[in-house]
């Protein structure tokens, strides 16, 4: 076939030779982006070679030469076959596993289309090239063989205007070349931009929700849809609709989807396809009983494509347009592709909130069950940021150590990440056996918690305030407390006044052998003391100072109200709305009489 004369008559009418052509090289660069691989040809085989015209990503010497003789050809495969070559891997091959130009030009994944004479006799071919095994998709081939119309277009308008009396043939055939070429390059360019606008868009999410919104917003101009939801296995493998939320009863009697449920959705789900039914009669011709739901809605077209799993779909995008829609090849191959796009991004998220769920458990498990004592009031708070990717080191406890002591603790590890919420686990735990095994002034044991802290490894940075309150002989309070780099202590006294608790050491973790001191304080009948971390009053906008005034009027305003409701007002009206970092917050409450010291003995 190689050395009949009609094809190589076709071949040379072309006259093309084996250097760049600026419309060939452009089909070859149209290829490489829309079907995404790194080589690109347009190629010729004449009786000695193959010739490339048309290039994009070849290596030298071959970018250079522009040709291979016919042992390195892949393209004399098509020619001879006249039907396109698609190789998976050029390797493992047996039609071609012999030939130089794996190695030689480092062709692995091969898709070659056959370029036609207006005889129908094929001169080459024009192939997609990946140096890695490729499996190729429907609607790549798609893609290329109608490339591949286009560029056989061009090629017999040369070989037309090279032949005598078919000057008007040639104009009609360049039209159309024209029209296909500019037809087919603006669908690839326009999925080309919205691929690379749901990658980028995709890139930043980080919960379901996110994903929603981002598809939402790729495909609202390009496509139109007026529903865009995404539908997620659960752990029941039913479908939860992640969005939106304000569907009409008509669809939301639906949820949560069974597979076994003849919807759409179900049926794109369970057998792994995609489900385009563009008119209204479509619709009901697949699935009658949904006729007055869809009426009420007002669908006329609906698609249902597969989220595609590691063993099996995650769940299933879901689009839905209030006229007919029909759906062009290069349009379904570019919403399956976005499905393959929201694949990862879902995957993603998943294992983002998985870390975030693990670290906020850790968290919250830190956060102690508070001992009651028949005359003390205690109560606590803890809040977390509301940006989603924080989780902190905050923590409080408090415990007997003695009949007639308390020892309350907040404390607070620096960093926004489950490597500060281990930490703060580790400090907990370690002052908790100080406290319960050695009956020392609080500056000592934050002292031998700050060596152990050392001790351990990499040391953790963080701010710490230990204060006992306990009942003197004759029958007073008093409060003793270490402040390690803390926000100081805010005592609320009987009369209303406000004011915090001077008295401030480095923090933990800042260096070794610190020396820490204890301050003392008289508790008055009726008399509050407030312990807080420092995401209660900071802002961006604000000075630590200006956030700490912020408190300190809340606190005036409200001295009167019973402890619970003190507690939930200042964590309600003081911190930023969106606050960046969590919360915590202990108080505690002395009765408006002084107990007599045998009083001064709870139960836990």
């Excluded at 030469?65 to 070559?85: C, D, E, I, N």
């Excluded at 879902?346 to 906020?360: C, E």
């Excluded at 270490?482 to 923090?507: F, M, Q, Y």
Aim: charged letters at 20%; a negative charge.
């Amino acid at each position: 076939m190689l050395g009949e004369e009609t094809r190589l008559a076709s071949v040379r009418a072309t006259a093309l030779a084996a250097v760049p052509d600026e419309a060939l090289d452009r089909f070859a660069r149209m290829v490489a982006k829309v079907i995404d691989v790194p080589v690109a040809l347009v190629s010729l085989v004449d009786d000695v070679r193959e010739y490339f015209p048309g290039a994009t990503g070849l290596a030298q010497p071959w970018a250079s030469t522009r040709q291979t003789p016919l042992g390195h050809s892949f393209g004399q495969s098509v020619v001879m076959a006249a039907k396109p070559l698609v190789i998976t891997d050029a390797r493992g091959d047996d039609r071609v596993c012999d030939n130089p130009a794996i190695e030689g030009l480092g062709i692995v994944g091969y898709a070659g289309m056959p370029l036609l004479d207006d005889q129908g006799n094929v001169i080459g071919s024009l192939c997609a090239i990946d140096t890695s095994p490729r499996t190729w998709t429907d609607a790549e081939l798609d893609l290329l063989a109608d490339l591949a119309a286009a560029c056989s277009a061009k090629l017999r308008l040369r070989i037309a205007a090279s032949r005598v009396g078919r000057e008007l043939e040639a104009r009609v055939a360049a039209q159309t070349a024209v029209e296909q070429l500019s037809n087919r390059l603006a669908l690839a360019f326009d999925r080309g931009q919205v691929l690379l606008a749901a990658s980028t868009a995709l890139a930043g999410t980080e919960t379901f929700e996110d994903v929603v919104a981002a598809v939402g917003d790729v495909v609202g101009g390009s496509l139109g849809p007026s529903l865009v939801g995404l539908l997620v296995r659960n752990e029941q493998n039913l479908l939860d609709l992640v969005g939106p939320t304000d569907l009409p009863p008509a669809v939301a009697k639906w949820l949560p989807i069974s597979l076994d449920d003849p919807l759409p959705v179900a049926d794109a789900v369970r057998a792994g396809e995609s489900v385009f039914l563009g008119d209204r009669s479509w619709i009901l011709a697949r699935y009658p009983h949904l006729a007055d739901a869809i009426e009420a809605v007002g669908w006329h077209a609906v698609a249902a494509i597969p989220v595609p799993g590691l063993r099996q779909p995650l769940g299933a995008l879901f689009f839905a347009w209030p006229q007919a829609h029909p759906f062009e090849v290069d349009e379904r191959a570019l919403i399956t592709s976005l499905s393959g796009h929201v694949a990862n991004a879902l995957q993603r998220a998943s294992n983002f909130q998985d870390r975030v769920d693990a670290a906020r458990t850790l968290q919250r498990a830190m956060l102690s069950h508070l001992p009651r004592f028949n005359h003390l009031e205690l109560t606590a708070r803890y809040q977390p940021a509301h940006h989603r990717d924080q989780v902190g080191g905050d923590w409080y406890d408090a415990l007997k150590i003695e009949k007639d002591t308390l020892a309350v603790v907040i404390g607070d590890v620096a960093g926004h990440d489950i490597n500060a919420a281990a930490q703060m686990g580790q400090l907990r735990s370690i002052l908790r056996g100080y406290l319960v095994d050695r009956q020392e002034p609080p500056s000592a044991l934050l002292r031998r918690l700050d060596n152990a802290n050392h001790l351990l490894g990499n040391p953790s940075i963080a701010s710490v305030i230990l204060a006992y309150v306990g009942a003197t002989p004759d029958g007073s309070h008093l409060l003793q407390w270490s402040n390690a780099g803390h926000p100081p202590p805010i005592l609320i006294d009987s009369d209303g006044s406000v004011r915090a608790l001077a008295g401030r050491n480095p923090l933990l973790g800042a260096s070794r052998l610190v020396r820490r001191t204890n301050q003392q304080q008289p508790l008055s009948p009726g008399s509050t003391l407030v312990l807080y971390t420092d995401g209660l009053i900071e802002r961006r906008s604000e000075t630590f100072e200006e956030g700490a005034a912020r408190l300190h009027a809340c606190l005036v305003d409200n001295a009167h109200l019973p402890l619970d409701e003190l507690v939930d007002t200042i964590v309600a009206t003081v911190p930023d709305p969106a606050h960046e970092d969590d919360i915590a917050v202990i108080a505690l409450r002395l009765p408006n009489y002084a107990p007599s010291p045998q009083s001064w003995v709870g139960t836990s």
